[in-house]
């Protein structure tokens, strides 16, 4: 006898479900590459690192967030100060 319709629907849930996790583990792992990317770039251009620099002090407003991004703002401050003269 075939699967009622109850059957069906919870694996079809099920499936969806799992769907979901693979979609949200596929864009956390483009968010790394991307993030991993520009970071690298940043740190070897002094435009980028301000641009980037600026751009996380506007954007990361949660204080946890702020905290986690002390040293890489130092890093992108320094240099970002690679193309000022001294």
């Known amino acids: 006898m075939g699967r009622t319709i109850d059957q069906?629907?919870?694996?079809?849930q099920a499936k969806l479900a799992r769907l979901k996790t693979r979609q949200k583990a596929s864009e956390t792992r483009r968010k790394i590459i991307v993030g991993?990317?520009?970071?690298?770039?940043?740190?070897k251009d002094p435009k980028i690192a301000r641009w980037m620099a600026a751009t996380l002090r506007k954007n990361a407003t949660r204080?946890?967030?702020q905290k986690e991004l002390v040293g890489l703002l130092e890093e992108l401050d320094q240099a970002a100060a690679?193309?000022?003269p001294a």
């Open 36 to 43: 991993a990317i520009v970071t690298s770039a940043a740190l």
């Open 63 to 65: 204080e946890v967030d």
């Open 8 to 12: 069906q629907i919870a694996s079809t």
């Open 82 to 84: 690679k193309a000022d």
